[in-house]
Structures are given as structure tokens and as C-alpha cells.
């Protein structure tokens, strides 16, 4: 009897200990999937997006331009005799630059002149002659030809000899020099590099939605970083119609007020659009957008879960950017922590407890 109880005794032990065997695996199993549930999910900020009411006003960087430049190429061919003017020179329209040797243009002038005069003469003589019968219409037409004929070169050595006496097209500064006393000319060669910065320009560039927002003979405001807190009033002279490779189009803006500091023609410059226009467009920030601004990302949450999501990017405010589609108010969206946010990964927000 006894040794039954004692078996019964141990058979009991035994099966205590099994029991708390199991009971402690039980509990060391919920506690290790409560702590693989807590790092499951990744912890990111997370935003609601939201519909703001956003200044459609923006800037655009781009150069100053003289209103007129011109590589000045000569007429006439001939021995360079007299330069008038150098480089940085500021010239007037019509004042004389360079004398071309003249000596045979002047003989070949007074030849023509006294051929064509003599030619008049005949002419007058003929047709009054016709008029009496003592010349016929053949004899008149022929005259008439030589006539118009010695015209032709009369007027041709006129005007070479006048180009002989190279004048400035326009008024402006000298740039650049090409020749020198002594070198020989020949039609085509060139001869300066003018241009007339009494007016200056602008061009920038500007997007396709802004480009829309422009129209000529809207106010802009300019400032050069050669002379910061200057600020000088800009007018639209011309709106590019066609996007260039970039899909950008071309801005032409009309600089005055250039007598507070003397801008100079290659100074950089900002454009500032001043847009009266307010709409609501979506904002969010920067650090959401992962990829590149063209091809731009952003992690959506649903039912604590990140969900990658293409966007198109628009204007830029700041810290924040514009999205012209792909996410509406109400999204959820994760705006920080995305190093280690991937596709379809258990998220949840650092501001919960």
C-alpha cells in the first residue's frame, strides 16, 4: 500500500511540474508575439493632408540682356585707312567708325556719274526727237536701255563709295573690335560687336501652370544680387508661346528704374510675380516626397500600413510643396522616419501611446 501511494505521489509531483512547465511556455509565447507586434511596426510622423488656401505669386532667376546687339559686317571691300572708334567706345547712329580707302571707288563714281549723265542727256534728246518723227521707237528703246543700264551703275558706285565711310548702324556701346589699320576688307568681314544697353531686358524661364498665370504688360519686380536691397520695376514685353526641352517657356521683361545703380547687361537677376490669383491647392512637405522632384513618391497610411503612391509636383512655398494630383484631403500620409519605410510595412505614429 505504501509503495502504491508512492507512486502516486511521484505520477502527481510529476504532472504539477508539467502543468507549470506548459503555463510558463504559454506566458513566454504571449509575451514574445506582444513584443513582436510592438516592433512590427515602423515609427513614422504621420499628417492628414489638407487643402490650403495658397498666394499663386512666384520668382524666376534669369540674365539681363542689352534691348538691341549687333555683329556689324561690313559692305564694301578695301583697304582699311582710319579706325574712329575701340573698344568701349559709345557711339552714336551714323557716326563714322572706319575709312576704307576711297581712290578707285571715286574714279569708278565719276566714270558712272559722267556716263549716266550723258546717257540723260541722249535720253531727253531722243524722245523729243521721236516726238517730231526724226528718231523711231527703236532707236528711243535703245537709248532708254543704255539709259537704265548706266542708272544702275551710277547708283551701285554711289552707294559703294558712300559705304566706303563705314557709319554706326545704331547708337550703343563697342564691345568687341575685329580690325586694324592696314588689314583689307571684303563684304562680309566683321567689323564690331555693338550693342545698345540704354535699355535693358530680362529673360527667365517659367513653368507651363505658371506661364499661364503671365500676360504682357504685367507688372514684375527685379532684383540683381550685385545690389542687394534694390529693387527696380519690371514690365512683360513678351510671352514665350512654345515650351523649350525642359518644358519651360521663355519670359521677356522690360528693366527701368536702372538709374538708382548702374545694371549692366550679364548680371543675374530674380523676377518676382506678383499673381493677385488665390486657390486652393494641396501642400505638404517636403521631407514626404521620397525620389526625385520628377518623379516623385509619397507613403500613404491605411489601416496602419504604408502604401507607396506616384504624385505630380508642382510650385514649391518653402518647406512645402505643391501637389497637383495623385493625393485629395483626407489622406494620411507619412511625413517623417521614412529610412525605414518600404511598400506595404506596419506603420504607426509617434505620437501615439
Known amino acids: 500500500m505504501k509503495k502504491l501511494l508512492s507512486i502516486l505521489a511521484v505520477i502527481g509531483l510529476i504532472a504539477v511540474i508539467v502543468l507549470v512547465l506548459v503555463l510558463n511556455k504559454k506566458r513566454s509565447f504571449e509575451r514574445t508575439q506582444i513584443a513582436s507586434e510592438a516592433s512590427a511596426g515602423v515609427t513614422v510622423g504621420i499628417d ?13 532667376n534669369g540674365s539681363l540682356e542689352p534691348v538691341r546687339e549687333l555683329s556689324f559686317v561690313s ?5 582699311v585707312l582710319e579706325v574712329y572708334a575701340d573698344e568701349g567706345t559709345r557711339v552714336s547712329k551714323g557716326q563714322l567708325l572706319v575709312q576704307v580707302d576711297e581712290e578707285m571707288l571715286k574714279a569708278d563714281f565719276t566714270a558712272s556719274e559722267a556716263a549716266y549723265n550723258a546717257l540723260k542727256a541722249d535720253l531727253e534728246r531722243f524722245t523729243n526727237a521721236n516726238k517730231s518723227g ?28 558712300a559705304d566706303a565711310r563705314i557709319k554706326s548702324p545704331i547708337s550703343g556701346t563697342i564691345i568687341r573690335r575685329y580690325l586694324e589699320v592696314g ?63 525642359s518644358l519651360n517657356y521663355p519670359v521677356e521683361i522690360s528693366v527701368s528704374g536702372r538709374d538708382k545703380k ?24 517636403r521631407s514626404a516626397i521620397t525620389g ?3 518623379n516623385a513618391k509619397v507613403y500613404t497610411v ?52
Do not use: H
Not at 492628414?48 to 524666376?60: D, G, I, R, T
Not at 532707236?139 to 548706266?150: D, K
Not at 507651363?208 to 504682357?216: A, D, F, G, H, T
Not at 493625393?327 to 501615439?352: C, E, R
Open 48 to 60: 492628414v493632408v489638407k487643402e490650403e488656401q495658397a498666394n499663386m505669386s512666384f520668382s524666376s
Open 292 to 294: 526625385s522632384v520628377k
Open 262 to 285: 548702374e545694371l549692366k547687361a550679364g548680371m543675374y537677376v530674380t523676377a518676382n510675380f506678383d499673381i493677385e490669383a488665390v486657390q486652393k491647392v494641396i501642400m505638404i512637405p
Open 75 to 79: 559692305d564694301v571691300s578695301g583697304r
Open 183 to 245: 588689314a583689307y576688307l571684303n563684304p562680309g568681314a566683321r567689323l564690331f560687336d555693338i550693342i545698345d544697353d540704354s535699355q535693358l531686358k530680362a529673360w527667365c524661364n517659367v513653368t507651363e501652370r505658371q506661364v499661364l498665370l503671365l500676360k504682357k504688360g504685367q507688372d514684375v519686380r527685379i532684383k540683381c544680387d550685385a545690389f542687394p536691397g534694390e529693387e527696380y520695376p519690371g514690365t512683360i514685353t513678351y510671352v514665350g508661346s512654345k515650351a523649350d526641352r
Open 302 to 353: 491605411n489601416n496602419g500600413r504604408a502604401s507607396e503612391k506616384e504624385v505630380t509636383v508642382g510650385s514649391m512655398a518653402g518647406n512645402n510643396v505643391e501637389i497637383i494630383s495623385g493625393l485629395q484631403a483626407g489622406d494620411s500620409i507619412v511625413v517623417s522616419g521614412l529610412i525605414n519605410v518600404s511598400d506595404g510595412v506596419m506603420v504607426k505614429n509617434k505620437t501615439d501611446r
Open 134 to 161: 526724226g528718231v523711231t521707237d527703236q532707236q528711243l528703246e535703245t537709248i532708254r536701255t543704255q539709259f537704265i543700264a548706266a542708272e544702275s551703275r551710277y547708283i551701285s558706285s554711289r552707294r559703294r563709295l
